[in-house]
């Protein structure tokens, strides 16, 4: 029976994986995020109005859930303030319910800084990151720089490591971006005062986890962003710096890969991407501004508008084989609802082999291939059967079933919880 299952968006992000995991949630008693940080934008609705959960794990808005950050998050403090005191206007204290790895890095507002001047530069190649400083932490986090959470509480530790960080930023600021420094003893009592705030939060991960396997508990993994953005294993350099691929969750935190039941993964129903990199099936004409309207296609996290275009389930193919993904959810189906023709790029036209463009998924000098298919008029939004969508509409998802070679077991129709198909519970 599935116990622990892994919850992974397939393509660029925003999959939509904030509303499949609240869909899922009432049937968990735990969530933990394990990679990434508040880059993330996860939109519920709930009772009809919008939350939008950065660094919490979207379940936490069920109050029966314990929610964990594992070791793999890179942790902004002024962030995780602000959401929860967001959160807690709309689902009140959650003071017991969220566990913070005392083994995750922080971002300090240094690497805020040289995110965003780094992104500003003109010398320098764009990536439209976030400007979260997600990753800058990452860099200091493999180059064995980071402060950890538990760092927090060791203050000589903390002043010589802040000393050493702000030694070596400052020096950047001042001599290659001609900015201000950063002043070393107001940002140590600002780590002290969140320290402080942070006490209640920070717990054993590794531990807590392994309890919960052993009472048999069902938990689930989210992921944040998509395997498309995995460092390793996504469109580099346009990728974020984190391992957001299945990947990901041993190390994030701490668990064996074995100890994953069921993987699901999460794929819009056409394709958006947020800031710069290679996007194959893009659409520049009239199409890919109807898809971004009526899909409502503006970055949860910055605002930005997200470039759109048609499924690629030649990428999407490939990210379900490195994920092992045992069953897809199809998002935003409606969003194609009264289109005459929908079309799924089936393969590219390149000079190079396939196994060449999936080994540095650089995707250049590569022209998609697509099929069409007819559309349908009879709406899928809000649909909660298979059976009550039209005939294309099923066609079309039995195509994505077949290019894809896995099984979809669930569709969602709609923003809301409730318009959602299942047609294999994945729990
Ligand atoms: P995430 O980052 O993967 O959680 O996705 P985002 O929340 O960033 O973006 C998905 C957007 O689509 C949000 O605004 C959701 O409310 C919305 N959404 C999710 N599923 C559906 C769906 O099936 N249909 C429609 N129309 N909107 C959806
Ligand atoms: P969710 O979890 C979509 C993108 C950024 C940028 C690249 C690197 O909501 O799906 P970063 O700030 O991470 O260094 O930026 O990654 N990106 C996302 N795009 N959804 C996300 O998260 C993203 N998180 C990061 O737009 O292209
Ligand atoms: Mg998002």
Redesign the pocket.
């Known amino acids: 029976m599935t116990k622990t299952i892994s919850l992974l ?1 397939l393509q660029w ?7 499949v995991v609240d869909h899922l949630a009432k049937d968990l008693d735990a969530a933990i995020r394990y990679q990434g940080g508040h880059n ?6 709930v009772d009809g109005k ?1 939350i ?1 959960f950065h660094l919490l794990p ?1 379940a936490i808005c069920h109050d029966d859930i314990h929610c964990y950050i594992g070791r793999g998050v890179v942790v902004s403090l002024d962030a995780l303030f602000e959401e929860i005191e967001e959160a807690q206007e709309v689902i009140g204290n959650i003071e017991d319910r969220l566990t913070i790895s005392s083994a995750c890095s922080l971002i300090q507002p240094y690497h805020v800084k040289l995110d965003q001047l780094r992104e500003g530069s003109k010398k320098l190649t764009k990536i439209g990151t976030t400007g979260r400083g997600i990753g800058t932490a990452y860099e200091d986090r493999v180059g064995r720089r980071s402060i950890r959470v538990a760092d927090l509480y060791n203050e000589n530790k903390l002043k010589g490591r802040l000393e050493e960080a702000l030694d070596f930023y400052n020096s950047i600021f001042i001599h290659s971006f001609n900015s201000e420094e950063i002043d070393l003893n107001e940002l140590f009592e600002k780590n002290l005062k969140q320290a402080e705030k942070l006490k209640p939060y920070v717990g054993n991960v590794i531990q807590e986890v392994r309890d919960l396997k052993e009472a048999d508990k069902k938990i689930l993994f989210e992921g ?1 962003q998509g395997a498309l953005l995995d460092v390793s294993l996504g469109t580099y350099p346009y990728v974020t710096s984190s391992n957001s691929s299945v990947g990901g969750i041993a190390s994030g935190i701490g668990i064996s890969p074995t100890n994953i039941d069921f993987s699901l993964g ?1 794929a819009k129903a056409y394709t958006t991407r947020v800031g710069e990199g290679p996007f194959p099936t893009e659409l520049f004409d009239d199409m890919g501004t109807y898809l971004a309207e009526k ?2 296609e503006v ?2 996290t910055t605002g930005r508008p997200r470039r759109c275009g048609w499924l690629d389930a030649f990428l999407l193919s490939h990210t379900v084989q490195l994920n092992g993904i045992d069953g897809l959810c199809i ?5 194609l609802d009264g289109l005459e023709t929908i079309k799924i790029c089936t393969d590219y036209s390149s000079d190079l082999s396939k196994a060449e463009i999936l080994e540095t998924l650089t995707l250049e000098g590569i022209e998609p291939i697509y099929t069409e298919f007819k559309g349908w008029e009879e709406p899928t ?1 809000g649909k909660q059967s298979f059976e009550e969508l039209n005939d294309m509409a099923k066609e079309f998802i039995l195509n994505i079933e077949d290019l894809c070679k896995v099984p979809v077991i669930m569709i ?4 809301k919880r409730e ?1 959602t198909i299942i047609r294999e519970y994945p729990l």
């Open positions: 968006g992000g925003d999959e939509g994986k904030g509303k993330a934008g996860h939109t519920l609705i919008k939008v979207s944040a999460i899909g409502g970055g949860a998002t935003k189906i409606d969003v939004a969602s129709t709609g923003p318009d």
